[in-house]
């Protein structure tokens, strides 16, 4: 640790503050001579704007580096002027470093915006500058305001190149990586923890010399030699062993048809070349770029035409418009490369030449040609560029000439046809006048015949639309009729519906069956037993409630279900215990009813929610139709409950899934009386006529259990028709087979107070 701050304070120690400044500046000088040898040698955009990149890091660190020689020989304060032009100059080093190696290629948004923050930190520095002028003399720069500012803007600036590397991903952004993250770390320590004494932080020079270096990486990122693997390996001649008659094959260009000029001419200048792959561009249009044709030279095969976004190629549009040639290598990070390889349906393009037809700007632009290198990975040099410039040259001048005359020509055919079309045109009418005037007479004669025909049609539908409206008339009059005669006989047959119910016979008490009725000690003991067995039943449900409602979250989906089963299982208990003990309470003859005058609706509430589980499990529906006006019921509220309970149960066991149960609570009135109607409709396909009196027997036998129709086959039914009875009503049931059941419940209806 000792060591550490030993070597920290000596960076900002004079003698080492020297050589801080001469190993940044001997680091940045050599990566711009790197950057001047692949210029020199390649002559890339990308490359020139390497070096004005690093010409602008030395300058601003060789400022820096003055500055503190002048102030050390005592020119002016050292203390007041040195501190915030070290901390201005590391702010736009870092600006430079992001542009040069997130932005290799030209990009006019990333340039505008590195000047626009240049002259921020210009501003800022001036800012500081006045602020830390006036109390120089009483602090240390170290924790002052100003230094905690640009600490913190420095740090920011290391992060967004950091992020900024990681969006864009340029090549060698792995060195880029480092150098962000470790100047990012020293500048936020440095903001957080500063030292208290002296004007800069050893801490953030020594991780300046530990990264600076690895901006070597940024000449040497563009790949200039081949790829290391291929599939296919090319030997290409070198450009000064290329046969001095090759113009010739230009000249074969002018002799091919006119449809094959395309072909041929990329074909010449692909050997012309030795190009691995050559492009003819139509003229680029407002948001599209054309290829016209191609041709593969290694294999020897023509490229078919491809349409391309003239927004997916940037640099090359641009080049177009301006025309000037254009020379990318394989490195390169814009969106061109990537777009013409996965047109061509290659892996990559390999380096691209680019040269517009032609390159003057006196000649309407005929299009461009485009090389490429992609099995070769040949460089192209700048006598390659100049001789394919002037290849351009001419065949555009000759392109240019070609449409000119293609122009003339068309125009003059277009003419001439023009003149034709209008002469026959006029030809035409002529001869249509004649023949309208001869048969002019001919045409109102016959208008004249047409004329009387319409009116006799029309006098015909007149008459049918007067005939057709009487029998329409009489037609309604019946229909009417009908419908009032059957309304009539609704009315009656269910006035024959009630009467039938009265008439029916009503055993004398719940006893009347062929069973052998069980002696008062042993009805007394199965009722204790019941009610003994509910205590246990009532732990399983509260327990699967409680889990179903606290722990779901806890419990994997096959357990919720096993939970929901349980549930389910428990409640249907709960209700054939609730059956056993009225069933019991018949048998030893102490069910009574205690009636009074109640609202119906909501037990039948209380009753759909005791039958929900089942609704839900079934995924069925229930159609509630209440009366309009107030209804009460002269009945046993606890009793008329398990009424509507195993009716509407019985109704949706008895409905397939997804159907739907109609439930209707109604009053009607017989020979003066009113009687409260509670109706139950099922889906369940109907009971059979010679079934219907054994639906509400307490029949134990298989008989039972096969009636069809019938959802519940326990005691739930007889013991709803015993239930009913003790209330002083009736019960019984309707059936169309094929759509369903219809059970009725009619007890005495009770008197509505008026004021209520």
Known sequence: MA????????????????????????????????????WRRYSYPQTRRLLFGLMGLLLARFVLFAAAAVAWQGAFPFHALVPVVDRAVAAASLLLLIWLWAYPEADKRADFLLFAFLSLILLLAAASEVWWGRVAAFFPFNSSLPDRGWAFLNALEALGGFFLLARRKPDGRAAGFLLFAVLASAWAFHAFFPPAQGDFDGLVRLAELLVYPLIFVLPYRFRIEPLSSHRLVVQRPAFDDLPQSAFKVFAEVLDSPRERRCLALAEAIARF????????????????INVACGYDLIRDLPLEGKSLFARALPIVNAALEK????RLPTSSTSRDLKAIAFALNIPHTGPLLVAPLPPEERTPLQGAVVLLSPYAQHAWTAAEEKSLAEVALHVGRWLA??????????????????????????NSRLRAEAEECSAAQARLHSLAEAYDEVQNLLDQAREQAKALEERFMQESAKRREAERALQAALERLEQL??????????????????????SRDTLEYLISGVQDFRQPLSAVTGYADLLLADGAQNLAPTQQDFLKRIRVGAARLEQLLDDLLQVLALDSGKLTAHTDK??????????????????????????VQLPDLPLLVQADPHL???????????????????GTVRVVL????????????????????????????????????SIYRLIPGIGDRGVGLPLAKALVEVQGGRIWVTSRVGKGSIFTVLLPAGAVDEEG
Request: proline share 6%; charged share 25%; hydrophobic share 45%.
């Open 3 to 38: 060591y550490a701050v030993s070597i920290t304070s000596l960076l900002t120690a004079p003698l080492g503050n020297l050589a801080y400044h001469l190993v940044i500046l001997f680091a940045i000088g050599g990566a711009f001579q790197a950057a001047l040898v692949q």
């Open 273 to 288: 070349m030795r190009a691995d792959l050559c492009l003819i561009l139509d003229p680029p249009g407002a948001e599209r």
């Open 323 to 326: 025309r000037r040639l254009l």
């Open 401 to 426: 000439a070609e449409q000119g005359e293609d122009g003339d020509d068309a125009a003059s055919a277009a003419a001439l046809a023009e003149a034709l079309e209008r002469a026959q045109a006029e």
């Open 497 to 518: 519906k009630i009467r039938l119910a009265e008439a029916s016979p009503r055993p004398s008490s719940p006893e009347q069956d062929s069973r052998t009725p069980l």
């Open 598 to 623: 109640i609202d119906p609706i909501p037990v039948l509430e209380e009753s759909l929610e005791r039958v929900l589980s089942l609704l839900r499990e079934k995924r069925q529906f229930i159609s």
């Open 640 to 658: 008329l409950r398990q009424v509507m309970q195993a009716l509407v149960r019985n109704a949706l066991l008895a409905t397939p899934p997804g």
């Open 666 to 701: 109604a009053e009607v009135a017989e020979n003066g009386n009113r009687y409260f109607r509670f109706e139950v409709e099922d889906a369940g396909g109907g009971i059979p006529s010679e079934h219907l009196a054994a639906v509400f027997k307490r029949d134990r036998s």
